[in-house]
């Protein structure tokens, strides 16, 4: 007997919601490891495999990055929404209601693409009981939205998706700003390139994507970088492979500007993985480079990444505070310092800082700091200069460690930087998160007296 010609229909639809829910399990599986087992969401993404369909990968990228930025305000709502919390067994239900409230609100999905799937997910999930508690849910959320809204908007925390710390430390150190940090922090930052000028000119790159209908713009005050609108899969756009460009926030290039490079300098990047200020000076001059990095698994990022790009500098494995063990004596005129920090700088672009990052995280970080700065002030030769940077907002990290070396050090001198590094801040300046599309980062030079 013929199939009634509604059968396919059905079978399409029924196919797309079970397609629609696997994807929202395994994205409730992922931020689960995020906020409850303490994954990097950096990390979790890269041990994603990649799906059949590219939409889906994007949407499970977006699902991740839109839940985790909005944990804070997201998960309290469904404190809310139910009449006791969910136990401990249920935190994928709970990574589940998120990512579904995270693709509504925030990704602005529509309901029936959200709600019927993810009641579906909880029972692929192993939790078929909570399948109606999470329609519930959903739907509750959807009608109570505006009185909701107005409940989370009265707590600093649930308004600005902030720990308290956090915002405390912003409302302190930069008050005049902070409102438009926390903002900035909560949106996502346009992916920004560097454009490889050992082999291609900015120009001709943008040439290139316009003959392809790809849309970029030359980024308006740095020299190598081009601004896509909106993230994409960089791998797939032409000349990645060919090593024409990389991936590299505009702050982030701000730093090659500091180290004034010249042919033949010997320079050395002191924490190098994964390599984009390596290349990134490779790029702007014939130098005698030397990358290091502590992690021998980080530094391989950074041998990748050279090969791709067809530059060649010398890469060691070890522990930049013990110069003893890895330097063979001879000095460098220029020392790049991209110190370990809280990276509350780059929240935009790894928003599971907001969870993972501690206060009683920053008095070890300032002392590494300060300890690498002592290390390797020795190696820098005679009218050479360290430049020191880090993707941190807080003073103790920055201004800091940079005053309480000086008050240490008789053949140090601080170099004044121009305006347009950001605001004034210590001996160094600060660009805060947002400013001209770029990160939060820090910068400060110092000198070497003869």
Known sequence: MAEPPHEPARGHAAATLAAGATLRAEAARALARIVFGGRSLRTVLADTP?????RDHALHAA?????TRWWLRLNPALDMLTNKPLPPPAREVRALLVIGLAQRVVLDLPDYAVVATCVEAARRLGQPRYAGLTNAVLRNFLRERAALDA???????TRYAHPRWLIEAIRREWPDHAEAILTANNHEASPTLRVNTRRATRDALLARWRDADIAASAHVELPDAIVLPQS?????????????????????????DLLDLRDGQRVLDACAAPGGKSTHILERA?????????????LQRVRENLQRLRLEATLATGDATTPATWWDGRPFQRILIDAPCSATGIIRRQPDIKLHRRPADIPPLATTQ?????ALW??????GRIVYATCSLLRAENAAVLAQFLAACDDARAVPLPERFGHAAGIGRQRLPGEEGMDGFFYAVLEKIS
């Open 232 to 256: 994409t899969d960089v791998t797939q756009l032409p000349g990645y492979a060919e090593g024409l460009f990389s991936v590299q926030d505009g702050a982030a290039q701000r730093v090659a």
């Open 151 to 157: 409940r989370l908007d009265q707590e600093p925390i």
């Open 286 to 298: 014939a130098v005698d480079l030397l990358a290091l990095d502590s992690d021998a698994v980080r």
């Open 378 to 383: 020795p190696l820098l030769a005679p009218g």
């Open 50 to 54: 990649r799906m059949p369909d590219r």
């Open 63 to 67: 699902s991740l990055f839109a839940a």
């Open 370 to 374: 300060g300890t690498l700065l002592r």
